[in-house]
């Protein structure tokens, strides 16, 4: 239900937002407007291209300073601080896009005017919201009132997130005490209604619409006596799983197959409509690093013949999501008898890998330092790509060979498809020779990761290829 009022309230946020964009963009284009001298202020589609672009990059950065997210601002004060800093940043990208653009004829005196009076106008609505929810909405008379039930510590905890969490009205109203358990920490803001034994007169005398069990894994209850008391009298129930520890962060998520509740805790990526957005970019990339590779592959495939004999194109199993295996392609960039030299450089004692990494390896033809220079011998992994087997950005897809060293934290790099690029590749991958290192960038993608990082990682891609930095 929380969440379901969050949606709610973050929709006519931004739709409160977008009116008052409009509305203070209108009122600063008349009054900047003299009519007398029939001055233009900017070209009417100028205007309106401003507008929708303002409401485009304040909701952006409006969502980033947490304006349109479950939780509460911790003060009056840090919201307006907030609330600044997202229309002024939102203000410099109009104007840089103005200045660069050259649109004119344009009045500067007009987004003056529409800064202020867009700031007015977004603090006020936002303060009389912000009184609103933390005050009006939680002592009216239909406000939720919430019971909890549990150890003292957790009860703290469940009262502390109820007091953040964004609603249209909801007040702990307090809290049972169980029999045996020690109140550690006084919690003056959540009152003492009773013991357990008063449980059954506490939800019928009072006002009470919820009841939140916070129960500790050797809890003596029995708990499905209170699940039928609460479903008979018709008070709503939530429960606190006594396996989740709320002193620690957890990525546990309760969800429903076919109305069967189910605690879930997922090894990866957790946002669906980001993993669309993900694999959406891949397809559109996917095909345009292709289209590249079909027309490179002419120069390249020449350049490779006359270096030295041998295939264009290399083929090696790697090890993709889940143990996964899959041929990758790349332009051959070493001897035809590279895995048969291999041998000999495996007893060389400079590489810190599972897998072989050898400084100025002399497997490396003149034609493949120049392909690993520039990062054109990675190109067929477009063909990866469009077949679903690697993303555009991931983690470094391992041999075979390597994953049989792997510990098992280790293992947890894998638990994602393998990208061409990814962490490592932006981090200087020359620089960063250390294994455990290279797992650890892996392991903060995959436990950060967010669609907009892959953008990131894929623009800092760009400059470390065209500045030919980290590439062996």
């Not at 007169?201 to 919820?210: G, K, L, N």
């Not at 916070?214 to 699940?227: N, T």
């Not at 990758?328 to 048969?340: C, D, G, I, N, P």
């Not at 991958?429 to 650890?440: C, G, I, L, W, Y």
């Amino acid at each position: 239900m929380y969440r379901q009022q969050f949606y709610i309230v973050a929709n006519f946020l931004m739709v409160i937002d977008m009116v008052v964009i409009i509305a203070t963009g209108y009122v600063a284009y008349f009054i900047t407007l003299d009519v007398e001298t029939d001055r233009l202020v900017m070209g009417w589609y100028d205007f309106l291209a401003c507008v929708l672009s303002l409401m485009v990059a304040l909701n952006y950065f409006m969502g980033r300073m947490g304006f349109y997210g479950e939780r509460r601002f911790a003060s009056l004060w840090s919201m307006i601080g907030s609330l600044f800093v997202a229309v002024a940043t939102g203000f410099i990208v109009l104007s840089t896009g103005i200045l660069l653009l050259g649109v004119k004829p344009f009045a500067r005196e007009y987004l003056v005017i529409h800064f202020g009076g867009c700031l007015i106008a977004l603090i006020v609505t936002r303060v009389a919201l912000h009184y609103y929810l933390d005050n009006r909405a939680r002592t009216t008379f239909n406000s939720r009132q919430i019971l909890l039930v549990g150890h003292p510590k957790r009860v703290t905890a469940v009262a502390d997130a109820l007091k953040k969490q964004l609603s249209w009205g909801h007040q702990v109203a307090g809290r049972l005490e169980m029999e045996g358990a020690k109140d550690e920490e006084q919690n003056n803001n959540v009152p003492v209604l009773g013991a357990m034994a008063d449980f059954d007169t506490v939800v019928r005398e009072r006002e009470i619409d919820e009841v939140v069990f916070a129960l500790p894994k050797e809890a003596p209850l029995d708990l499905m006596a209170y699940l039928e008391k609460c479903k008979k009298i018709g008070v709503s129930v939530r429960i606190v799983p006594a396996m989740f520890e709320l002193s620690e962060p957890t990525s546990l998520r309760v969800e429903t197959i076919q109305g069967i509740p189910t605690l879930t805790d997922y090894a990866a990526f957790r946002s669906a409509s980001a993993l669309f957005y993900k694999k959406i970019l891949d397809l559109v990339a996917g095909l345009a690093g292709f289209a590249l590779f079909l027309v490179l592959y002419p120069v390249i495939g020449l350049a490779i013949k006359l270096d030295s004999p041998g295939p264009i194109l290399f083929k090696q199993v790697r090890v993709g999501m889940h143990n996964r295996r899959f041929a990758l392609y790349k332009f051959r960039s070493m001897t035809v008898t590279a895995e048969k030299d291999k041998a000999g450089l495996l007893k060389q004692p400079q590489s810190p890998w599972p897998a072989l990494k050898v400084e100025e390896d002399p497997r490396i033809t003149r034609v493949g330092k120049f392909l690993r220079k520039t990062s054109l011998d990675e190109l067929p992994q477009f063909i990866n790509v469009l077949r679903g087997e690697m993303s555009l950005v991931g983690t470094r897809p391992p041999t075979p060979e390597e994953v049989e060293c792997y510990q098992d934290w280790h293992r947890r790099r894998i638990s994602v498809k393998p990208g061409i690029t990814g962490l490592w590749q932006i981090s200087g991958r020359k620089e960063v020779t250390d294994f455990a290192q290279v797992v650890k960038l892996d392991l903060q993608y995959i436990d950060n990761w967010r669609f907009r990082k892959d953008l990131l990682i894929l623009w800092k891609t760009i400059w470390v290829v065209l500045a030919r930095k980290g590439a062996k």
